[in-house]
């Protein structure tokens, strides 16, 4: 993602669609196309409508698509963008159906694409791009990289980042299937020279932050990592928040997930206050 990314917004003529798409457009983000059924040969804010992704491919060069589609045909819209070769897929989109979900994710990575979410609040490289529904001011220019399951979390640390700055920040999304894990993200900025550090923001439930603390205890992970771990007064057994934060035979606690990052020696933050102290100059 840069400034030179084009993106594609589906259900552009939507209430959110058309809102967030302005406030894009606003931030710098190239978007170049959109797609609501019914509506093509329109336009909003300038910006050219189709009926179908495969119609806006033909018309335009794509790099990336952000889905603002309803949950009923969420789905269907992942799928429509990865046949077209759409290689980044954000769907903000939540309540997705737990299988439609897992079918439209599986068939985009079978077609080389990357998806970011479900219901989630996309990505940003601040200063250049925005392919979700940030906050702007939250976020300047720098060598922090944010990975992140939670939305408000994400804006929070991004804030007391501020004076440090972020390279990218990306905001993985809160339900039981998402299309990219923090260790994959992680991966994708382990190689980024934009980043130097990366910071984790996790929650309970699942065991994606137990994933990437034994790949940076392998060593697959070089660059310095810090993490933040919501949930430490979670009832146990109970699931809270998002769809994914549930945790079940002690799995994805939170004693769990800190334990796996102390035997990886990441530093650990009590607050997102104490992020920047152990990011560090």
Do not use: W
């Not at 994400?154 to 299937?177: N, R």
């Amino acid at each position: 993602m840069n400034k030179n990314t084009r993106v594609l917004v589906q259900g552009i003529t939507g209430r959110e669609g058309s809102f967030h798409t302005r406030l894009m457009k606003t931030y710098g983000t190239k978007i170049v196309a959109g797609t609501s059924p019914g509506k093509g040969g329109t336009q909003v804010d300038g910006i050219p409508v189709y009926d179908t992704v495969e119609e806006a491919v033909k018309e335009h060069e794509i790099d990336a698509s952000i889905i603002f589609v309803p949950a009923s045909n969420a789905a269907e819209a992942m799928i429509e963008a990865a046949d077209s070769n759409v290689k980044l897929i954000v769907t903000i989109t939540e309540h997705i159906p737990v299988v439609e979900a897992l079918k439209a994710v599986r068939y985009a990575r079978s077609r080389g694409s990357t998806v970011i979410g479900p219901n989630c609040p996309g990505l940003i490289v601040p200063d250049e791009t925005m392919i979700g529904i940030m906050p702007s001011r939250a976020f300047r220019k720098g060598k922090v990289g944010i990975i992140s399951r939670s939305g408000t979390l994400t804006y929070e640390v991004a804030e007391v980042l501020k004076d440090m700055g972020q390279s990218i920040v990306v905001g993985i999304g809160g339900d039981p299937i998402i299309g990219s894990s923090m260790l994959d993200m992680a991966k994708e900025m382990d190689a980024d020279p934009r980043t130097d550090t990366i910071v984790i923001i996790g929650e309970i439930g699942g065991t994606m932050e137990e994933r990437l603390a034994s790949a940076i205890a392998r060593g697959d992970i070089k660059k310095k990592v810090v993490a933040y771990m919501a949930g430490m007064t979670a009832p146990k057994e109970k699931r809270m928040g998002h769809a994914g934060a549930v945790v079940y035979m002690g799995m994805g606690t939170f004693q769990s997930k800190v334990e796996a990052f102390k035997k990886a020696d990441v530093k650990i933050a009590k607050t997102p206050y104490e992020i920047p102290e152990l990011v560090g100059p």
